[in-house]
């Protein structure tokens, strides 16, 4: 089975350039999850969706960033313009909720964005 | 705010050894706690999820207990080979379909 699908794998930008990640989550899950990763703030939620409703996007940095989920299949996740600082490891993960067992999140191996 | 905490930062071990891994979290009302692995430059790998009404899982030769009450998980390792070295994360799930909470990991390097 295909798992969450991400893309690009690298991005390198200038800053004040707009920048776009996809993901593709894995088919017949309901949540997705867009994570950010750095060395120093370790993994943090960004935003999640449940059913395409973003649910929580407290973790979204600033107006810069914005989430979209168009339908169960594709989410982007745009920040525009880019600044160095938003350089770090993107990850988007999805699970199946609302059922009577617990399921884990799955992860796709990561954007790893370079602002310059 | 839920917080989650991992001891050691990294660890060191010869091959064979058995381990434990630990994590504590701030808020005990958690709907799940979930142990990851993360390969360099990779993404997260689910190896176990313990509901907040069990107090252990098992996978082969690794076994993660939780004790909901003092707010704390183990990731016990049996025998450890030098393909388990990578970075463990844990995480805990509030309610259902919601945010992960993630720890800072625990860098394990195996030494053959």
């Known amino acids: 089975d295909a798992g969450v699908i991400q893309s690009p794998r690298h991005e390198v930008t200038e800053m004040g350039q707009e920048v776009t990640l996809r993901c593709k989550p894995i088919?017949?899950?309901?949540?997705l999850f867009w994570y950010r990763q750095t060395m120093m703030r370790g993994l943090e939620l960004l935003i999640y969706f449940n059913n395409n409703v973003p649910i929580d996007d407290s973790g979204m940095p600033e107006d810069r960033f914005s989430a979209k989920m168009p339908n169960a299949s594709f989410s982007t996740l745009k920040i525009q313009p880019s600044e160095p600082r938003d350089s770090a490891v993107y990850f988007c993960?999805?699970?199946?909720?609302?059922?009577?067992?617990?399921?884990?999140?799955?992860f796709g191996d990561g954007t790893r964005l370079s602002i310059l | 705010k839920q917080e989650v905490t991992q001891i050691p930062a990294a660890l060191s071990v010869p091959e064979g050894e058995n381990l434990v891994l630990n994590c504590s979290f701030t808020d005990s009302a958690i709907y799940n706690l979930q142990w990851f692995r993360q390969d360099p430059g990779k993404g997260l790998t689910s190896l176990l999820l313990?509901?907040?009404?069990?107090r252990e899982q098992t996978s082969g030769r690794l076994n993660a207990s939780l004790d909901k009450s003092s707010g704390r998980s183990t990731l016990y390792i049996a025998a450890s080979q030098p393909g388990d070295s990578a970075t463990y994360l844990c995480a805990v799930e509030e309610t259902s379909g919601s945010r992960l909470t993630f720890g800072e990991g625990t860098q394990l390097t195996v030494n053959p």
């Open positions: 313990i509901q907040s009404s069990q």
């Open positions: 993960a999805s699970s199946l909720y609302g059922t009577s067992r617990n399921q884990p999140q799955h």
């Open positions: 088919s017949g899950h309901n949540s």
